[in-house]
């Protein structure tokens, strides 16, 4: 999951076509495209495009959501035969593993396509669109360092050790 995120991320600029409202600040290791596809209707408003922009802006969002859409159903079907499997005491835990591997892989191919439909919208912005967009990205991520810095937080979102984990290995805390 974090090789999935880690992927969307090394095409941050070109992934920042979808980012918009300052209000919605986001660490760049947590961009993922439903963040992007969510957030897109919002920027589009604010980027003046002109109609031939505008189709390849709303084909861009169909062949993306299109490709969420089946990331969900296949991931929420992976999810209810693990259970069955879990349930299961002959089935293999290493079999399961190979499904979770396979979405995994699924799911990188996919994100290469998005990336690709990423770009292609950016290729057709003018400069100052794009400098629209660079703007909007650098106040989010600004903004998203600012909070960490109020928080306290010195470490990143998801590098904790999960509830029920008990103590790391070593017994130290």
């Given at each position: 999951?974090?090789?999935?995120?880690?992927?969307?991320?090394?095409?941050?600029?070109?992934?920042?076509?979808?980012?918009?409202?300052?209000?919605?600040?986001?660490?760049?290791?947590?961009?993922?495209?439903?963040?992007?596809?969510?957030?897109?209707?919002?920027?589009?408003?604010?980027?003046?495009?002109?109609?031939?922009?505008?189709?390849?802006?709303?084909?861009?969002?169909?062949?993306?959501?299109?490709?969420?859409?089946?990331?969900?159903?296949?991931?929420?079907?992976?999810?209810?035969?693990?259970?069955?499997?879990?349930?299961?005491?002959?089935?293999?835990l290493?079999?399961?593993?190979?499904?979770?591997?396979?979405?995994?892989?699924?799911?990188?191919?996919?994100n290469?396509?998005?990336?690709?439909?990423?770009?292609?919208?950016?290729?057709?912005?003018?400069?100052?669109?794009?400098?629209?967009?660079?703007?909007?990205?650098?106040?989010?991520?600004?903004?998203?360092?600012?909070?960490?810095?109020?928080?306290?937080?010195?470490?990143?979102?998801?590098?904790?050790?999960?509830?029920?984990?008990?103590?790391?290995?070593?017994?130290?805390?």
């Amino acid at each position: 999951m974090k090789t999935c995120r880690l992927l969307l991320t090394i095409t941050g600029a070109a992934l920042s076509v979808f980012l918009s409202l300052p209000s919605y600040a986001l660490p760049v290791m947590d961009i993922s495209a439903e963040n992007l596809v969510w957030l897109s209707k919002d920027i589009q408003k604010s980027l003046d495009l002109q109609p031939n922009q505008r189709l390849l802006w709303q084909q861009v969002q169909d062949r993306v959501s299109g490709i969420l859409q089946a990331r969900q159903s296949r991931r929420a079907l992976l999810q209810r035969e693990m259970m069955r499997d879990l349930d299961d005491p002959k089935v293999e835990l290493r079999e399961a593993a190979k499904k979770i591997e396979a979405e995994e892989e699924l799911s990188h191919q996919e994100n290469k396509q998005l990336r690709e439909l990423f770009l292609a919208m950016d290729d057709a912005m003018k400069d100052s669109q794009r400098l629209i967009i660079r703007s909007l990205l650098a106040d989010q991520l600004q903004r998203s360092d600012e909070r960490k810095l109020e928080s306290g937080s010195g470490k990143p979102k998801g590098e904790g050790r999960g509830r029920g984990m008990g103590p790391p290995p070593g017994g130290m805390q």
